[in-house]
Nanobody, 123 residues
Framework: QVQLVESGGGSVQAGGSLKLSCAAA?????????MAWYRQAPGKERELVAS?????????TYADFAKGRFAISQGDSLNTVYLQMNNLIPEDTAVYYC??????????????WGQGTQVTVSA
């Protein structure tokens, strides 16, 4: 059973920073094909924030709104992924979810999800 546990959310003023953590309680994350952070704001669909592949080169991708402000990384412990968020704006207010991917054939699909952590940015 895969269990992902997020932490690090909270309330911050615009311009501030937060660092989210996602720990795989079931063990190492390198067994996954990729890890990602998604977010869902009230009344909106869940959207991808950033992803990192669990390959040697740890390829990262970012949504346009995250480029230059957010950074996804893998922890040295091999069971944690982080999302460093800088220069936060009120539009970043959302519940942030950690996701882990597994292969379905040749396609890496995010099948495992954490419970989410709330991020609130005030003006």
């Amino acid at each position: 059973q895969v269990q992902l546990v997020e932490s690090g959310g909270g309330s911050v003023q615009a311009g501030g920073s937060l660092k989210l953590s996602c720990a795989a309680a079931s063990g190492s994350i390198i067994s996954f094909c990729a890890m990602a952070w998604y977010r869902q704001a009230p009344g909106k669909e869940r959207e991808l924030v950033a992803s990192i592949s669990m390959t040697m080169d740890q390829t990262t991708t970012y949504a346009d709104f995250a480029k230059g402000r957010f950074a996804i990384s893998q922890g040295d412990s091999l069971n944690t992924v982080y999302l460093q968020m800088n220069n936060l704006i009120p539009e970043d207010t959302a519940v942030y979810y950690c996701a882990a991917g597994s292969y379905s054939g040749r396609v890496c699909t995010y099948n495992y999800w954490g419970q989410g952590t709330q991020v609130t940015v005030s003006a």
